[in-house]
């Protein structure tokens, strides 16, 4: 996370504050000004970042302090201002608890998330914000942010019955996404799931992720004039693995490929696209 004043006054050297923009980076910003959230997310965007995300779900002490992170979701009012300000030209999410200290029933819940909402209406935008939820009540007072982040309960549950709630609005689950099974079962209800620290704690969990999804894919059963799915939707989660020069290649390979090509073997496609681009040898 990044405070807005910071990029404000790192606007002419913000590539060397934030690192170079990607389209797989989004930048966090903090705040509770709504002009000042609004102007960073301009800077963001004029050098060339593409899309901005709001914390509401921050404990610490310190961003409490300056009143915003998870202490923002007692004033719904306030974050929908901040959200209708900072959606300029590019995406702005939100990431935000289901509920902060005695705060944490349905019924809060839902009116938060119908808050912004109405953002949508009120700006006449094409397109609702996008919700990452951590399904975990935040305690302000008397447990850590680490605490914070395991001891108060799951409750997927309260997720999905918002998701069901607010159809049109996407929805992304976050929080002890740790094995396939609890996000298969995610992505029956949301629209996406979030994972964090099994992901730092174990990178190879994504090549887990990878297999079974190949292995799901390939269990499906065709029939003649059936299609299987195309090279891009198989590759996807390949494609940001690699940086630099060789990772463009890598890329650019997986393109070319799939442009010219109607059958395929999806680990020959693969692997040479990593040979082709210095990666694998």
């Known amino acids: 996370m990044h405070y807005a004043q910071a990029i404000i ?14 389209s797989n980076v989004v930048v966090q910003l903090g705040g509770s000004d709504p002009v000042m ?4 997310t301009r800077i963001i965007a004029e050098n060339g970042y ?3 995300n709001i ?10 302090h300056g009143n915003f992170g998870a202490v923002l979701m007692k004033t719904p009012d306030v974050v929908a201002e901040i959200l209708s300000a900072m959606r300029v030209n590019i995406p702005v999410t939100v990431k935000c608890r289901i509920g902060v200290d005695q705060l944490d029933s349905y019924e809060f819940f839902h009116g938060f ?4 909402a109405q953002v949508e209406t009120l700006l006449r935008k094409a397109s ?13 007072k008397g447990l850590s942010p680490k605490k914070n982040r395991s001891v108060p309960p799951l409750n997927y549950e309260r997720v999905f019955q918002i998701a069901e709630a607010f159809p049109d609005l996407p929805i992304t689950l976050n929080g002890g996404l740790d094995d396939v099974e609890k996000i298969t079962m ?43 799915p195309p090279v891009s939707i198989l590759v996807k989660p390949l494609m940001m693995m690699y940086g630099g020069r060789q990772g463009r290649m890598f890329r650019k390979e997986l393109f070319d490929y799939q442009k010219g090509s109607q059958s395929f073997d999806i680990r020959s496609v693969v692997s040479n696209a990593l040979t082709n681009a210095g990666i694998a040898h």
């Open 113 to 116: 998330t119908d808050k912004l």
């Open 37 to 40: 959230m609004a102007n960073a």
């Open 128 to 140: 609702l914000p996008h919700l990452l939820v951590h399904a975990r009540k935040c305690i302000l």
């Open 50 to 52: 593409h899309e901005v």
């Open 186 to 228: 995610a992505l029956d209800n949301v629209d996406g799931c979030m994972i964090g620290r099994k992901v730092m704690n174990d990178p190879l969990f994504l090549q887990t992720m990878d297999r079974d999804y190949a292995e799901t894919l390939l269990s499906q059963p065709t029939h003649p004039g059936s299609r299987l």
């Open 9 to 22: 006054h790192n606007s002419d050297r913000l590539h060397s504050f934030l690192g170079p923009p990607r």
């Open 55 to 64: 914390n509401v779900g921050c404990p610490s002490p310190r961003v409490q």
